[in-house]
């Protein structure tokens, strides 16, 4: 198999450049860098057919301000030109709080499979409250499915030490690739609103969440495209794990592993 050809979208979180683009630098292949929000004015379908995969560490379509974050949508060019990009077959990698980018938009939450929440939000179902954050966690991962191609030289069991979310995780939507030991409950973590809205860190007071899911990574199709997400990645300790540089190595691989064919 060629070496990918990859397309890399940052921007909208605060992360050590340095460090993160050595991470790249040790994968197979080539990389291009573009942020936001020059991706999203610029990016099509066309433009994505130059490459094997679309890597997202972004978080677009929120501003923090005093009161808390502000929401915007993306242009509606870019959501068609997404929606052209899906059809054509173009692979794409979400990794940590790319989860959490255009929190208005859920059919782009339908795409990658779960969303993070800085701020509750209403739905048919009810209320959805924010989501958990918890930093520098040492845990546990078990490749739930070690014949899938994103698992390759992958341990069936190893140790991490990154942030975990407790997120709201489609479980219906995607096929179960990684799922950590910790414990998934709001005695464990702390409220995303209490930080973005009072500025309140490390804060879970008058927070009420359900237990959610141990997923910390899965693949999906949607369209023609494969999906995959996978939810480590926040600091320079994460992206030296081995494990975790193996894992993201394949799911470019994987994902790209269909060639896009422009239409558009």
Known sequence: MAEPSTLL??????????????LFDQLPGQYTHIEQPLAAEVLTARIAANYDCLVFYDMPGIEFALGGPKYSDPPDSFKSEFSNMLD???????????????????????????QFLYTARSSPNGQIMDSGYRHNINHQISVLDPSHPVANGVPQSFSMTDELYLYEVYEE????????????????FYSAAAVVERGERFSNSGWSHAPGSALVGWTKQHGQSRICYLQGGDDPTAWANPHFIQLLSNAIQWVGAQSPTPEY
Request: aromatic share 16%; hydrophobic share 40%.
């Open 9 to 22: 979208i940052t921007k909208g979180h605060p992360f050590d450049k340095g460090a993160f683009f050595n």
């Open 88 to 114: 054509q077959g173009t692979g794409m990698v979400f990794l940590h709080h790319a989860i959490a980018g255009w929190p208005n938009w859920q059919e782009y939450h339908k795409i990658i499979g779960g």
């Open 173 to 188: 939507d995607i096929e179960p690739l990684l799922a950590s030991n910790f414990t998934f409950d709001q005695k464990h």
